[in-house]
């Protein structure tokens, strides 16, 4: 449609989750009227993100070495290991002040129509971690719709012959949303109301 460097970034941002054709569009024309720093700024961001953040090797957390600052972390509990599926609910989980236990950022959902199956998330590597018999609880915190539901279940068959107790979030969260949706204080009741799903 247009020209160009234009078309290429609008092409680009609409490449992001969320953005549609508009929204792309208008980005694109906003950031063609900011002033040249903030622009900057903003590139400034995009490439020192993809050279300095990495992945947690244990937990798979975003870290800014091999482990994140909760792995690296002597004074959380070795015991318990909260599953996420992305490194936001981490944040909304530290929010609540509920849990000081290690987390596993599975990187996703179990998605048959988008294609996601167990293979594609981190699931081997949790596996890894529940091994040698440190971890007795496994708390699932998936978020509260059809996906995450359905990687919970996954998830406790799988761990819960292992004789680790496996627990899952309180209901009360929003149904059909993200974990990160919930306020503080719902997700850190649901955290203290979790209940055991085998083991
Ligand atoms: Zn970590």
Redesign the pocket.
């Known amino acids: 449609m247009y020209e160009g460097a234009v078309q290429d970034l609008i092409d680009e941002l609409g490449r992001l989750p969320g953005v549609g054709p508009k929204s792309a569009q208008r980005i694109a024309f906003h950031l063609l009227a900011a002033d040249a720093a903030d622009v900057r700024r903003l590139a400034d961001a995009l490439t020192e993100v993809k050279a300095r953040v990495q992945f947690?090797?244990?937990?798979?957390?975003v870290?800014e070495s091999e482990?994140?600052?909760?792995?690296?972390d002597p004074r959380r509990a070795d015991d318990v290991i909260c599953v996420v599926e992305e490194p936001k609910d981490v944040v909304a989980i530290e929010r609540t002040r509920e849990f000081r236990g290690?987390?596993h950022?599975l990187g996703g959902a179990i998605n048959p129509i988008e294609n996601v199956g167990p293979d594609d998330l981190r699931i081997s590597q949790l596996m890894t971690r529940l091994a040698d018999g440190t971890v007795t609880e496994v708390i699932l915190a998936t978020d509260p719709n059809i996906e995450g539901e359905a990687t919970a279940t996954y998830l406790s068959r799988l761990i819960a012959p292992m004789g680790v107790t496996v627990s899952r979030l309180a209901s009360g969260l929003p149904v059909g949303g993200d974990l990160e949706y919930a306020d503080e204080v719902t997700l850190g009741r649901a955290f203290e109301g979790r209940r055991v799903v085998g083991g």
């Open positions: 947690c090797e244990t937990c798979g957390n870290a482990k994140c600052r909760i792995c690296a290690r987390y950022v």
